[in-house]
Every structure is written in structure tokens, then in C-alpha cells.
């Protein structure tokens, strides 16, 4: 089970939202390179960032702070935010990201989405946001009244390399993730799948490790860390 600690970046910092409410955001002291160090300095290999700025404009807003982040501590980053456009991807790909996450943009244009795995092969990851059993999109604002699993097995062929499914309401909330829509989604999907949203504490780590599913890949954990409910000297332990 992978473990990835989370940075959110809006205007250089690092902040968690609410529900992916930009109105409702908490900002950090320590900047997203230092806080890489900090999740490098205990251990962990892995890293999920999402560009809050490039989400709203559609533009590699914080490209620099990525490339400082890889070039500095050698992690296997995932990154997303607002990639609509193939070039975008290769600029990210270009500093040395493990994968790319597309959302909005690839769920609206499934082409992109199929263009973009052809091109970029086991480097394209796609985030699956999920209300009530349906997808949203544009920030969470947007509900597109498709069910994530029918949308799913539409492009389960494409080679999409990494599931990110995120539960909108739990995110942010620390009230545990959705395992059990999780479980269903890495049934049908064709690759791994990452769980995300609600994570609150050690429990819920050890959980999902306990889940049935070899799909399942990892984890993430954003809000929980920088309230101080999970220690990463304990999360550390964790690490496979």
C-alpha cells in the first residue's frame, strides 16, 4: 500500500479546501518545497500535488515548484490541476512527474483522455470525483449526472495507469474515506487505484491495507497531516 502525503498549492502555499470549496480553504505556514522535505526527510516515496491555481486557470501555474520539488528530493510525484492540453502534460512529464492527473478536462473529452495514455503510456492517471454515485467536475461544481462506473467502463480500455478515486463529500471532512465505493470501482477498473477524501486517522491507514483488493494501490492523506491527527513519524511506520 502506498502512501502519499498530499500538497495543495494556491498562490505559492500550501492550503487544504473544504469539499474543493475554494471559499472554504485553510492556509499552512510551511511552503509546498518545504513541506516536500519535511514528507522526504520521514521516509516516503511517494507525492500527490494538485496545482489549486492551474485547477482554476487551466495553466501549469506552479511548473517552478514542481521542477524545484523533483529536482530536490527525488520522490515519484503525481500531479494534477487543471491539465487540459497535451502540451501541459509534457511540460509536467518533461521536469520528471511520475504521472499526470487529468479530471475535468479528460472526462469532458474522452479523446483527450485516449490521446493523451497513447502518448504518455503508464504515465497518465485520471481522478474519478464522485457525489452521490455520480461524477462532478470543474472544481466539484459540476455534476455531470453519470455514474462513475458507467464512466469508468467506457474508458477502461484506453490504459489509463492509476485510478484516483475521491469521495466529494468526505474530502477534507476527516470522516474516513469511502471504502466500499472504492472497493467497487477497483473491481471493474483495468489498473490501480488510489483512495482519496476523508481521511482522519491511523485507523483509517490500517483499514484500507486490511481491504480485500489487490487493485488498491495506495492512499492518500492531506488534511489529517496539517491538523496534526496523524504524526508522520507514526504514518512513516506505515510505509510498505
Not at 500538497?7 to 505559492?12: G, M, R, Y
Not at 505556514?29 to 520521514?42: F, M
Not at 509534457?90 to 492527473?101: C, F, L, N, T
Not at 474530502?171 to 473491481?187: C, F, H, L, R, W
Amino acid at each position: 500500500m502506498k502512501i502519499f502525503p498530499a500538497i495543495d498549492i494556491k498562490d505559492k502555499k500550501c492550503v487544504r479546501l473544504i469539499k474543493g470549496d475554494f471559499e472554504n480553504k485553510t492556509e499552512y505556514k510551511a511552503s509546498p518545497i518545504d513541506q516536500a522535505a519535511k514528507y522526504k526527510d520521514h521516509g516516503f516515496k511517494n507525492l500527490h500535488i494538485i496545482d489549486l491555481d492551474g485547477a482554476l486557470t487551466g495553466k501549469t501555474i506552479n511548473l517552478d515548484i514542481i521542477k524545484e520539488i523533483v529536482s530536490k528530493y527525488d520522490l515519484k510525484i503525481e500531479i494534477g490541476g487543471g491539465v487540459r492540453n497535451i502540451d501541459s502534460i509534457k511540460q509536467y512529464i518533461d521536469v520528471g512527474v511520475e504521472k499526470v492527473i487529468l479530471g475535468s478536462g479528460a472526462i469532458k473529452n474522452k479523446d483527450f483522455l485516449r490521446t493523451a495514455c497513447e502518448k504518455f503510456k503508464n504515465q497518465i492517471a485520471l481522478g474519478l470525483d464522485e457525489k452521490d454515485g455520480n461524477l462532478c467536475v470543474s472544481g466539484w461544481k459540476e455534476n455531470l449526472n453519470i455514474k462513475t462506473i458507467n464512466f469508468l467502463k467506457e474508458v477502461n480500455d484506453f490504459g489509463i495507469s492509476r485510478i484516483i478515486f475521491t469521495d466529494i463529500n468526505r474530502d477534507g471532512m476527516k470522516t474516513s474515506p469511502n471504502y466500499k465505493e472504492t472497493v467497487k470501482i477497483a473491481e471493474i477498473s483495468n489498473c490501480p487505484v488510489v483512495i482519496s477524501g476523508g481521511v482522519s486517522s491511523l485507523n483509517d491507514i490500517k483499514k484500507a491495507k486490511d481491504l480485500d483488493n489487490k487493485k488498491i494501490e495506495g492512499i492518500i492523506v492531506g488534511k489529517a497531516i496539517y491538523d496534526g491527527d496523524i504524526k508522520l513519524e507514526e504514518l512513516a511506520k506505515e510505509i510498505d
